[in-house]
């Protein structure tokens, strides 16, 4: 099982939190990290720009919404297929 050097943060953990950072709803030091992550992270920088661009669009129709948790569920799916998360077996 091989991971990718993704930081100090895991990818999962980025994935897991995008919306939160997306909303702003975490600490500085956690937002720096993830922030920190995202920029160094081939794997999760297309994920953050989808989210900030989905919730962007989905800020126009809605205001204080959250992702259902299948949306989520399909974002990580696409992570492990990208293998940023070393779960995918090739
Ligand atoms: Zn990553």
Do not use: N
Request: proline share 3%; glycine share 6%.
């Amino acid at each position: 099982m091989k991971k990718l050097d993704c930081g100090s943060v895991d990818c999962t953990q980025v994935v897991s939190q995008l919306w939160d950072y997306l909303d702003g709803e975490l600490t500085e030091e956690r937002m720096r990290d993830i922030q920190t992550h995202l920029t160094a992270c081939a794997g999760c920088f297309p994920h953050f720009d989808f989210e900030r661009a989905f919730l962007k669009a989905l800020a126009a129709t809605r205001k204080e919404d959250r992702m259902p948790g299948v949306l989520r569920a399909r974002i990580m799916e696409k992570l492990r297929e990208a293998g940023c998360e070393g779960l995918t077996s090739p």
